[in-house]
T-cell receptor
Framework: EAQVTQNPRYLITVTGKKLTVTCSQN?????MSWYRQDPGLGLRQIYY???????DKGDVPEGYKVSRKEKRNFPLILESPSPNQTSLYFC?????????????FGQGTRLTVV | AQKITQTQPGMFVQEKEAVTLDCTYD???????LFWYKQPSSGEMIFLIY????DQQNATEGRYSLNFQKARKSANLVISASQLGDSAMYFC???????????????WGAGTKLIIKP
């Protein structure tokens, strides 16, 4: 089954404690991306990757890091989480081509930083 | 300036009625794609329908159709014969440009919360 898998689904952590949210896709997609969703703001892109070892900042990258060592994995790293990073996070992947390249989304990770 | 505007924060609709969710967009790129996603209370993002800027016909997928008016830059989602299970947040999103040489990101509206009344 084609899917994007995020872990964990829910996470409560304390300010400053490093954490990683994993994302893995089994569709051989080139393009992967992280978004955060906050009420009234829709989804905003944090980082994206157009292929292995190719990553770049989205609209709200501050406080986040990513890596793309393998095509299937795109972890999101919060080195020193702060309460303003409390949000719902989505990983998405898609083919890097014109047309109906819909984005497939993970189940979401609800992060609370206290 | 907002690239995607959804003017209806929330809507209440009677079951079995048709629903139109508004979406207007702003782009100067001739090549773009418009998407609608559904987000139920469980949180996942579910792809509903896609319209390409060069598509001649309005997209349809089962009970979902997209009323694409290119000159007005609108891409409204129409749900026919609404069901209780349609209650959810609905997001309109856009991709601009060519995927191979740019950040082919989805740009999102703020969403519309749809509640279907029995």
């Amino acid at each position: 089954e084609a899917q994007v898998t995020q872990n964990p689904r829910y996470l409560i952590t304390v300010t400053g404690k490093k954490l990683t949210v994993t994302c893995s896709q089994n569709m051989n997609h080139e393009y992967m991306s992280w978004y955060r969703q906050d009420p009234g703001l829709g989804l905003r892109q944090i980082y994206y990757s157009m292929n292995v070892e190719v990553t770049d900042k989205g609209d709200v990258p501050e406080g986040y890091k990513v890596s793309r060592k393998e095509k299937r994995n795109f972890p999101l790293i919060l080195e020193s989480p702060s309460p303003n990073q409390t949000s719902l996070y989505f990983c998405a992947s898609s083919l890097q081509r014109r047309g109906i390249s819909e984005a497939f989304f993970g189940q979401g990770t609800r992060l609370t930083v206290v | 300036a907002q690239k995607i505007t959804q003017t209806q924060p929330g809507m209440f609709v009677q079951e079995k009625e048709a629903v139109t969710l508004d979406c207007t967009y702003d782009t100067s790129d001739p090549s773009y794609g418009l998407f609608w996603y559904k987000q139920p209370s469980s949180g996942e993002m579910i792809f509903l329908i896609y319209q390409g800027s060069y598509d001649q016909q309005n997209a349809t997928e089962g009970r979902y159709s997209l009323n694409f008016q290119k000159a007005r830059k609108s891409a409204n989602l129409v749900i026919s014969a609404s069901q209780l299970g349609d209650s959810a947040m609905y997001f309109c999103a856009m991709r601009e440009g060519r995927p191979m040489d740019s950040n082919y990101q989805l740009i999102w509206g703020a969403g519309t919360k749809l509640i279907i009344k029995p």
